[in-house]
C-alpha cells in the first residue's frame, strides 16, 4: 500500500537566498474567505471587531493583530488567516475554507521591490505602497496576491498549483536584482 504524507505546497523549494533577498514559506494556517451577503458587511465588520479585533479592510489594505490577518481579497471578500472563524460570522457571510489552496510566501531583504517589479505592474515603492497595503494582480503569468509586511518584506500568494512556478519566477527576478548590485 502506497504511504501518503502531506506537504507544504513549496516543500523541497524553499527557502532560497540570493543576494540580499530571501524567499521563504510562510508556515501553513487556516484561511477563509468571507463574502458578506446583501446588507450585511457593516454587522460583520462588528462581528470581527469583536471577536478578532480587526474591522472589514478598505480596498487594497489589510489589517493584523495577535497572528490575525484579515486581508482584501477583491470586491466584496476578504481572506481571514491564522484563525478559524468564528462560528457567528456565517450569520454575516459565506464562508469558505480556503487552508490548502493556496502557495503563501515571503520575500524579504534590501531590493525586494526590485524583484516584484521584474514581475507584476504594481507600483510597489514604499512611498506608495506602505505597510499593509495589499493587491491582487498579475505575477508574471500568474494571479497573485501581494501584501507589504513592512519596509522590505512582501508576501505574496498563488494557487497552490503555481507554487514551483512561483519559485521559478521569483528566483530569476532575485538573480536579476543581485546581478546589479
Not at 521563504?24 to 446588507?39: D, F, H, I, K, R
Not at 488567516?81 to 520575500?107: E, I
Not at 493587491?135 to 514551483?164: K, N, Y
Amino acid at each position: 500500500m502506497v504511504e501518503l504524507s502531506a506537504k507544504t505546497p513549496c516543500a523541497d523549494l524553499l527557502p532560497l537566498t540570493v543576494g540580499a533577498l530571501t524567499l521563504s514559506e510562510v508556515a501553513p494556517t487556516v484561511m477563509t474567505t468571507l463574502s458578506p451577503y446583501e446588507g450585511c458587511r457593516d454587522a460583520l465588520s462588528a462581528a470581527l471587531e469583536t471577536r478578532y479585533g480587526l474591522r472589514w479592510p478598505k480596498p487594497n489594505r489589510s489589517t493584523a493583530k495577535a497572528g490575525v490577518r484579515l486581508l482584501w481579497f477583491g470586491r466584496d471578500m476578504a481572506l481571514l488567516s491564522g484563525a478559524a472563524p468564528d462560528r457567528g460570522l456565517s450569520d454575516h457571510a459565506a464562508l469558505v475554507d480556503q487552508s490548502d489552496g493556496w502557495a503563501v510566501v515571503q520575500l524579504s531583504g534590501a531590493g525586494a521591490e526590485d524583484a516584484l517589479a521584474r514581475l507584476c505592474p504594481v507600483d510597489l515603492r514604499p512611498s506608495v505602497f506602505k505597510r499593509g497595503h495589499t493587491a491582487r494582480c498579475d505575477l508574471r503569468h500568474m494571479m497573485a496576491s501581494i501584501t507589504r509586511l513592512g519596509p522590505a518584506s512582501f508576501q505574496i500568494m498563488v494557487f497552490r498549483s503555481m507554487a514551483e512556478t512561483l519559485v521559478e519566477d521569483v528566483k530569476t527576478a532575485m538573480e536579476a536584482v543581485a546581478a546589479r548590485g
